[in-house]
């Protein structure tokens, strides 16, 4: 790096075209060494990766190859065809493609350029978007599934042929998930349609740049990597964790001890932002900061689950400075501009260095600058967490997770789209796909599986050759059979994948069910709405609401009022802790010199969990058991993250119920797990039936797993996202509620009869690989399994250990769901019984 | 040949439900039993939704008509009814007879031989499915039942019918529970759907109005092991 900044001054005349250099001149700017650099790479052919925080210029730098080339670009004479795309960018977010439009708009303006940029996304008109297939853009901004369609549609080749760069932005977030799949095989395409394709990858700093590096080049042969750029960080971030007046609790996410501080922090900064983890989490501390809000603050509230317009008002509030604070879950992660912050509050721990860091990178957009930071631990483990983060961010350590193998279901979702863009030679898109870093070790057998499913379904039973979708002529090529499946194709594209939800009407009170047309506040999981009773009161878009029924597709409420309030919980809202935090978490607890750096109360906590029972080494498992009640428990300090604990209180479990223990239940939590009896399990370990090292044994992760995996309602929720991905089921569209739920097939039943009848299909596959990596996090199990191979320690005690406090008093909180929901029915039917005798 | 025996053992007298003055068994796998006729009710079998979803470009797996053919196998087999009444939307749409994989037809036809087979006709089958044995009707009354696809609106007392898919959900620690189910008062009865594709509606949805006497309402929600007799104030809408 320290040659090349004289270089790329000495460069910068050359490298950039007179106007450019002219418009900085005027701005009393010089463009920045990265910028430069960057340029240089792009302008020799090179595809390349810019690693920067936020504030670097980082948009700039993305487009100045473009932009250059562009402004060289020899004027169109009459009777010329108009040229294709020039500049593809794709982000992750709608908004951020809008927020490119404007920010790039302007230097466009002022420097004098001749060019055309324009958005494409699911919001713009279809007149619009004709207008964009005869007279293209320059420059399109647009989203992966945008680019999916465009490729799957007959004039693809055509309106791509001319293009020369694709600069794909915050490339961090995209590349973690199965979007990131089919970005990364649109790319393919592009690339089979412009072989000299160049790419731009714009990034928040990454564990793994090489992982980056690989993604944006050809990966058919394997190896190649794009040119990396990486920026430094700015100014060193002030974080500080709250060091509370107040006593931390032991246990919950909500962090109310810290209310009036958090209010006091905001009062004394120009803007706030909250963050927190998850949607329940934002409504409380909104919540909670309203009834604090002495001097009617505008505070304001943010979250996925809100009406859109209420969102954008939001969002607008912001930019225009005219918000105080915002609370806000991950919506607002991403690289959007937000105005004037000065201070970031992140509540409950951050579960990530590395997205500790992203959000703190909100703070003050300017890089030379400081960004200031508190984090609020909501409970004594958070403590720990909080400190481990913050060291971790100083350190400049990072934890972003690794990128996983291509899902098969987005695979078949591609094929479909080839397809529906013209005929194509499987031999060839084989090639093609492997390209596709997520799919280099893609085999061949699995690709005709994939091309057989896309066909026909793939079953075993070949019932369905009439009906294929795409057929192979006698040319060898596979075309689409009917005009339906390409419509049908464009309906259900891309990877997200809602929960059914309910739109939450309001009306007004005292109509119950027969008030209509009131506004629609949000929308919310349909399981939560069947957990309410009419009368129930919960917690939504920072008002009380009074649940008052089901209609159709609707969720009816009025106001509400009361003590006994609700708040929803949101399935996959919740991060878990990352392994490296996980890590220097155990390390804390093993060092006692390092407890001088926590607040005073925590430091006594440990201590005295040190003289009554023990506290683990780093590299080893404490067990502790220990009777209450009528009752005996395990807790175990995995330290591993709330769903790889879920799934191996699951199989523990299991086991226990094998060895006669009568477990009764289990609840897990980031940081451990609880599991109670009505036998004495220590007693067993001491009789070795089985032996602790035995109950932990690895092999846990066979048989075991595999019975319970396939009566787990994560299985079933996993599948209906992959088959509603592999287009095997229709996504379900507002309004289609209305036709009610005997006409469509769901997805559970044809779960149960596909399992039954080819449990190796390949859906299921897909589906099982899904689970395992996401919400059973199996992988992250079996390594902590295979650590601490001899290397558990046990700890028998009479009575409950302070470390053992956080998780036993979840007990309760959380019911856990062992499968049997017939003894719910037997309870329910007892009661009738109970109550009127025997049923005739 | 045993099957006085095995019925015996099926039917314990606490588990029959009283349907104007007949005694029949809500059996757990979604059919009704009349031991004192003989008679076993099976409703909304639907075969070969998936073929005709498939057809609509929706590539479900063809083993539907399979796995529901096996489990009515299943029921005959331990029942050994001389009547067997299907209440209609047997098959999925008109041409669905015809698609049927051969092997299922003959397990079919195994099945229907030696004993009085109707086919009430239903929304989606109106017509006699094509080839098959059997007797296709529009309802059928046999003593003081009258069998039929879609329940009337006028009450009619011993009715057994289908059509709607009831299912039934209850809320008990905080967790919803949602089954298919009979819906009985008493004096009708509104069967489950049998096929391995169909949905379910709720039984206080308001396809159901006016149909049932809602203080003797009970919902018999199958259980994996029994069917659970739940009255109907306990049940939840959704």
Redesign the interface.
């Known amino acids: 790096m320290t040659e090349q900044p004289r270089l790329a001054e000495q460069n910068a005349a050359v490298l950039l075209p007179e106007p450019f250099v002219r418009w900085f001149g005027e701005k009393g700017w010089s463009p920045r060494v990265h910028q430069l650099e960057l340029l240089a790479n792009a302008q020799g052919g090179q595809s390349v990766l810019l690693i920067a925080p936020t504030g670097a210029g980082k948009t700039l730098a993305g487009f100045l190859p473009s932009l250059t080339e562009l402004a060289n670009r020899p004027k169109r004479k009459p009777g010329q065809a108009h040229p294709g795309i020039h500049t593809l960018y794709i982000s992750p977010l709608k908004a951020l493609a809008v927020d490119i439009e404007r920010n790039l708009g302007k230097p466009v303006e002022e420097i004098g350029l001749p060019l055309t940029i324009e958005t494409r996304t699911g919001d713009t008109p279809s007149h619009k978007r004709q207008r964009q297939k005869l007279a293209p853009p320059d420059i399109l901004l647009t989203t992966p599934e945008q680019l999916a369609l465009l490729i799957a549609s007959s004039d693809a080749r055509r309106f791509f042929e001319d293009l020369r760069y694709v600069v794909l932005d915050e490339l961090h977030s995209l590349v973690t998930s199965k979007r990131g799949h089919l970005l990364a095989l649109g790319l393919a395409r592009l690339r089979a349609f412009v072989p000299g394709l160049q790419t731009i990858g714009l990034s928040a700093t990454v564990a793994e740049p090489d992982e980056l590096r690989r993604w944006l080049v050809p990966q058919n042969p394997p190896g190649d990597m794009a040119g990396l750029i990486t920026v430094a960080g700015g100014a060193k971030p002030d974080i500080s964790i709250l060091d509370s007046r107040e006593r931390v609790p032991w246990s919950g996410h909500s962090a109310r001890y810290a209310i009036p501080e958090i209010y006091e922090a905001i009062k004394e900064h120009r803007t706030t932002l909250l963050f927190v983890n998850t949607r329940s989490q934002a409504e409380l501390l909104f919540q909670e900061l309203w009834r604090a809000n002495e001097d009617s603050l505008p505070i304001a509230l943010h979250h996925g689950s809100l009406d859109v317009g209420q969102r954008r008002r939001v969002e607008k509030a912001m930019a225009d400075n005219a918000l105080r604070a915002i609370v806000a879950t991950s919506t607002l992660d991403l690289g959007i501009d937000w105005g004037d912050v000065d201070l970031v509050v992140h509540v409950g721990a951050p579960k990530g260095a590395s997205r500790l860091a992203q959000r703190i990178g909100r703070a003050n957009h300017r890089m030379d600058e400081p960004s200031k930071a508190i984090l609020i631990p909501a409970n004594r483990f958070e403590v720990l967490e909080c400190r481990a983060a913050l060291d971790a961010n100083y350190l400049g350590a990072q934890d972003t997770p690794p990128l996983i193998k291509g899902a098969l279901d987005v695979l078949s979702q591609h094929v479909l789209g080839v397809a529906c863009g013209g005929p194509f030679d499987a031999d060839l898109l084989f090639e093609e796909v492997r390209g596709a870093a997520p799919y280099t070790a893609l085999e061949r057998e699995t690709f005709d599986r994939v091309v057989d499913f896309v066909a026909?379904?793939g079953?075993a039973?070949k019932?369905?050759e009439r009906?294929a979708?795409i057929r192979q002529n006698k040319d060898g090529l596979w075309r689409v059979s009917?005009p339906?499946?390409t419509q049908?194709y464009r309906l259900n594209v891309g990877t997200i994948v809602e929960m059914p939800e309910l739109n939450i009407r309001y009306v007004r009170q005292g109509r119950g069910m027969a008030g209509r047309g009131g506004p629609v506040l949000g929308k919310i999981e349909e399981?939560f709405?069947?957990?309410l009773?009419p009368g129930d009161n919960f917690l939504f878009a920072g008002k009380v609401l009074r649940f008052e029924?089901?209609r159709e597709n609707e969720c009816v409420v009025s106001n509400g009022a009361g003590a006994n309030i609700i708040v929803p919980s949101y399935a996959g809202g919740k991060f878990p802790l990352s392994t490296y935090l996980a890590e220097q978490v155990r390390g804390m607890l093993a060092d006692s010199d390092r407890w001088k750096l926590l607040p005073e109360q925590v430091a006594d906590w440990l201590r005295i969990q040190q003289e009554k029972s023990v506290l683990p080494k780093r590299g080893d498992l404490l067990v502790e058991t220990f009777p209450r009640g009528n009752r005996h428990y395990m807790v175990a300090y995995p330290f591993e993250g709330r769903l790889a604990h879920q799934t191996l209180g699951m199989l523990l479990t299991r086991r226990l119920e094998r060895a006669h223990a009568r477990p009764l239940g289990f609840v897990a939590t980031d940081y451990s797990l609880a599991v109670w009896a009505l036998d004495d399990m220590a007693a067993l370990f001491k009789a070795r039936k089985p032996s602790l090292g035995q109950l932990f044994d690895e092999d846990m992760l066979g048989d075991d797993l595999e019975d319970w995996l396939n009566e787990s309602w994560m299985l079933k929720r996993t599948f209906r996202t992959c088959a509603v991905i592999a287009g095997?089921?229709?996504k379900r569209y507002p309004g289609q509620e209305k036709s009610?739920?005997?006409?469509?097939?769901?997805a559970d039943?044809?779960y149960?009869?596909?399992r039954?009848?080819?449990p190796d299909?390949i859906l299921l596959q897909a589906t099982r690989t899904d689970a395992s990596a996401g919400l059973l996090d199996v992988s992250r199990l079996g390594e902590m399994l295979s650590r601490v191979r001899g290397r558990i320690m046990h700890k028998h005690l009479d009575q409950i250990s302070p470390l053992a406090v956080p998780v036993m008093l979840e007990i309760g909180k959380e019911?856990v769901?062992g499968g049997a929901?017939?003894t719910?029915?037997?309870?329910?039917?007892d009661?009738?019984e109970e109550a009127?005798g025997?049923?005739? | 040949m045993n099957f006085s025996l095995s019925r015996a053992t099926l039917i314990a007298e606490?588990d029959?439900?009283?349907i104007a003055g007949e005694r029949a068994v809500c059996d757990r796998r979604g059919v009704l039993y009349f031991p004192d006729l003989r008679l076993l009710a099976v409703s909304d079998l639907h075969l070969e939704?998936g073929?005709s979803?498939?057809?609509?470009?929706?590539?479900?797996?063809?083993?539907?008509t399979?796995?529901t053919l096996l489990r009515l196998q299943s029921v005959i087999a331990d029942y050994q009814p001389r009547i067997v009444v299907s209440l209609g939307d047997s098959f999925h749409d008109g041409g669905g007879a015809e698609r049927m994989?051969l092997s299922f037809r003959e397990r079919l036809e195994a099945m229907m031989a030696g004993r009085d087979w109707f086919w009430v006709a239903g929304n989606h089958d109106p017509e006699a499915p094509a080839d098959l044995p059997g007797e296709t009707v529009r309802e059928l009354a046999i003593g003081s039942l009258l069998f039929r696809h879609e329940p009337s609106k006028m009450r009619i007392e011993g009715e057994i019918s289908g059509h709607?898919?009831p299912c039934a959900?209850?809320?008990?620690?905080?967790?919803?529970?949602?089954?298919r189910c009979f819906a009985g008062d008493g004096g009708r009865m509104i069967m489950p759907?049998f096929g391995?594709?169909?949905?379910?509606?709720n039984v206080l949805d308001r396809?159901y109005a006016g149909l049932f006497r809602l203080e003797t309402l009970?919902a018999y929600?199958l259980?994996?092991?029994r069917i659970?007799?739940?009255?109907g104030s306990?049940l939840?809408?959704?």
Do not use: C, W
Request: charged fraction near 20%; glycine fraction near 10%.
């Open positions: 026909t379904g079953y039973l019932n369905y009906y979708r009917h339906r499946v049908q399981y709405a069947e957990t009773r029924g089901i095997l089921i229709e009610g739920r005997q006409v469509t097939v769901s039943l044809i149960d009869v596909l039954s009848h080819e299909h019911s769901n929901n017939d719910l029915l037997m309870e329910a039917a009661l009738v009127m025997r049923v005739e | 606490a029959l439900v009283g939704k073929s979803f498939a057809r609509r470009g929706a590539l479900i797996p063809p083993y539907d399979g796995a994989h709607l898919h959900r209850i809320v008990q620690r905080g967790r919803s529970v949602r089954r759907a391995a594709y169909t949905g379910s509606l396809a009970m929600m259980g994996a092991e659970f007799a739940i009255s306990m939840r809408p959704g």
